[in-house]
């Protein structure tokens, strides 16, 4: 049932983390690669500005309607039907989202670990537990994500150095050397793959200050945006930019490659265990959130007597709606982009258009401009003039664009320590 419990700023961010980097490791590098070649590694830099936009956004909606999530603001701002809607074509695009990767997660664990399981049964398993989650506190699922996320981080941020006699620099090169198409080709894409922080909308009954909801996804988004940026630079300097775009599960493949002695050349078979929860987080987030938007169509706000009948539902459609795994990873990695821009360009417009006509009153602002932030954007700017430099003379000297990529490097490593103080200072001031 929905509930009213606060969450704190890091359980808030830690759920960020989990909705963006677990489910892009696997599949996603397929298409960035097919997309920008040996570049797919700079790809993730265009996510963090949306990411940042829709931070703002969601902040601004906690301070115009407080206590209340996106579903019931857009009613109150549109109506009852109006409202409604619009609330219905967020939920079919969140339905739609979640069906399509509970079919990817599916094909993977069918076709790569428990080759004998049938399909159905991993998907049934699935969603009873994403149903026992649904049916309790959102308290139990932000606890079991800070233990989960906490050690899936620390671990795979050391896939580096566990691949580091992997791991080849000459499959980098030549960097930026095809112009700056391929980065903004890859970028889009990598946009697209951050789509699903409209989930957050969902859940703003759960923050206690406007200021918490801002921080937490920048915050999350920025980080992720490294973990990810990590994980395609260990794709393509090992696997390879060519291998890469034929492969559906690189993710997997790359995992594979850690061999630290002869005696632990399955470490595979560990990180896979921490891999799993985060993505079951994941499809659990979506999961409450689509409940919570059906419940916004009754009168107590309850969504128990859904919870089941909407699961098998989702069990069937996500077991029938696609007929292979090449179809599934194309819609995911290609033709689901355009459909979440525009769903969701077209529902926020609609609900800042009725609050703009309302003319509700919104709260103090508790944003200030700080060092911090500006620091963010001008490393993000650093890191784009970077790309955009290196794409125009990189065709004439290697070495220009290895520069740039350098130079690409500093600059968001920079911007993630820039956005660790600043939210170690918001969290400094509240205590």
Not at 4 to 26: D, E, G, P, Y
Not at 52 to 62: C, E, F, K, P, Q
Not at 134 to 143: D, T, Y
Not at 347 to 356: D, E, N, S
């Amino acid at each position: 049932m929905q509930d009213r419990m606060k969450v704190t700023t890091l359980q808030m961010s830690l759920l960020v983390a989990s909705l963006l980097i677990a489910s892009n490791m696997n599949t996603m590098p397929t298409a960035l690669t097919m997309a920008a070649q040996q570049d797919a590694w700079y790809a993730y830099l265009f996510s963090i500005p949306y990411g940042i936009g829709m931070a703002y956004i969601m902040w601004r909606l906690v301070r115009i309607s407080p206590e209340k999530n996106m579903y019931e603001i857009m009613q109150q701002s549109l109506g009852k039907w109006f409202g409604g809607l619009f609330n219905g074509v967020l939920i079919a695009y969140l339905s739609i989202d979640l069906i399509t990767q509970l079919r990817i997660y599916s094909d993977f664990f069918s076709s790569s670990i428990l080759l004998r399981t049938p399909q159905i049964y991993i998907l049934l398993m699935t969603m009873l537990l994403l149903a026992y989650y649904a049916g309790g506190s959102m308290e139990h699922l932000f606890r079991t994500n800070v233990v989960f996320i906490t050690l899936f981080i620390g671990f795979y941020t050391l896939t580096p150095i566990f691949l580091l006699n992997e791991i080849d620099l000459n499959k980098l090169q030549p960097s930026l050397s095809s112009g700056v198409i391929q980065p903004l080709k890859g970028g889009f894409l990598a946009i697209g793959s951050f789509t699903d922080l409209i989930v957050f909308g969902a859940f703003l009954h759960h923050v206690r200050k406007p200021r918490d909801i801002y921080l937490a996804m920048k915050t999350g988004v920025i980080y992720s945006a490294l973990m990810l940026t990590i994980w395609l630079f260990c794709v393509v300097s090992v696997v390879s930019p060519i291998l890469s775009t034929r492969l559906i599960y690189i993710g997997w493949i790359l995992v594979q490659q850690i061999h630290v002695t002869d005696f632990l050349d399955r470490i595979d078979l560990f990180l896979i265990s921490l891999y799993v929860p985060i993505l079951l987080i994941k499809f659990a987030a979506l999961y409450i959130a689509i409940l919570t938007g059906i419940a916004s169509y009754t009168k107590q706000k309850k969504f128990d007597f859904i919870n089941l009948p909407i699961g098998i539902v989702f069990t069937i459609l996500a077991s029938i709606t696609f007929s292979n795994t090449d179809e599934v990873s194309q819609f995911y990695a290609f033709g689901i982009t355009p459909i979440s821009i525009c769903v969701q360009f077209i529902f926020l417009a609609g609900l800042f258009i009725g609050l703009g006509i309302r003319k509700r009153k919104s709260q103090p602002a508790d944003l200030k401009v700080n060092g911090s932030g500006i620091g963010i954007w001008l490393m993000l700017a650093g890191g784009a003039a970077a790309i955009v430099a290196g794409a125009t003379v990189g065709n004439q000297h290697g070495y220009y664009g290895l520069i740039s990529a350098i130079l690409f490097v500093c600059f968001l490593l920079v911007c993630v320590y820039f956005s660790m103080r600043e939210f170690v200072k918001s969290m400094g001031r509240r205590t």
